[in-house]
């Protein structure tokens, strides 16, 4: 079966600091997607990256990295530099792609708080 | 804006009444997917229709149901609802296995 799962419930942080939401992952298949996805206050939810179960390369865009560690089952989002408008609830997701479907089993998510 | 739609925004209805949500994909996605996120349940899969047909099936009450029309776009229908059902109802579209993009999203009120 597969989870994911998001230890942090709420992280608080000061403007400018950077910040790592953790995500860990369960799943039986060999081919798999990874996802993290930002909830804004106003509700949408915003793509930010996915990532193939193949490919464990670092990702880097602007001030978002992510960390791909297929050993301890994790996918990483770092934050460097944070600025208020990164306050979001941010989501993990897992997408086992079988018989063509790849629906997206989600965390529960990370509220992020940035105090200017 | 991510380019897929959906109405209404808002809706508030009674127990027991049935309603009807709407999602247009973006332009030349064949997969739409419906997801519900309420405080309780966060964030679940409900179901996925591809060119009209269903593809996968999530944890959907017998009292939902859905379809995907041959102009792609896609409807949720609610019925016999109950305070539970109030949530956020997300549809969101996807060329093949790529990343799936969101619409807006239509928040449910069961009073």
């Known amino acids: 079966a597969q989870k994911v799962t998001q230890a942090q419930t709420e992280i608080s942080v000061v403007e400018k600091e950077d910040v790592t939401l953790d995500c860990v992952y369960e799943t039986r298949d060999t081919t798999y997607y990874l996802f993290w996805y930002k909830q804004p206050p106003s509700g949408e939810l915003v793509f930010l990256i996915r990532?193939?179960?193949?490919?464990?390369q670092n990702e880097i865009s602007g001030r978002y990295s992510w960390n791909f560690q297929k050993s301890t089952s994790s996918f990483n989002f770092t934050i460097t530099a944070s600025q208020v408008v990164d306050s979001a609830v941010y989501f993990c997701a897992l997408s086992e792609v079988w018989a063509g479907a790849n629906n997206l089993f989600f965390g529960t998510g990370t509220r992020l708080t940035v105090i200017p | 804006d991510s380019g897929v739609t959906q109405t209404p925004k808002h809706l508030i209805t009674a127990t027991g009444q049935r309603v009807t949500l709407r999602c247009s994909p973006r332009?030349?996605?064949?997969?739409v997917y419906w997801y519900q996120q309420s405080l309780d349940q966060g964030l679940q899969f409900l179901i996925q229709?591809?060119?009209?047909?269903?593809?996968a099936k999530g944890n959907i009450l017998e009292r939902f149901s859905a379809q995907q029309f041959p102009d792609l776009h896609s409807e949720l229908n609610l019925s016999s609802l109950e305070l539970g059902d109030s949530a956020l109802y997300f549809c969101?579209?996807?060329?093949?296995?790529?990343?799936?993009?969101f619409g807006p999203g239509t928040r449910l009120t069961v009073l």
């Open positions: 990532r193939n179960s193949f490919d464990e």
């Open positions: 969101a579209s996807s060329v093949e296995e790529n990343e799936q993009f």
């Open positions: 229709y591809y060119n009209g047909e269903e593809r």
């Open positions: 332009s030349g996605d064949l997969s």
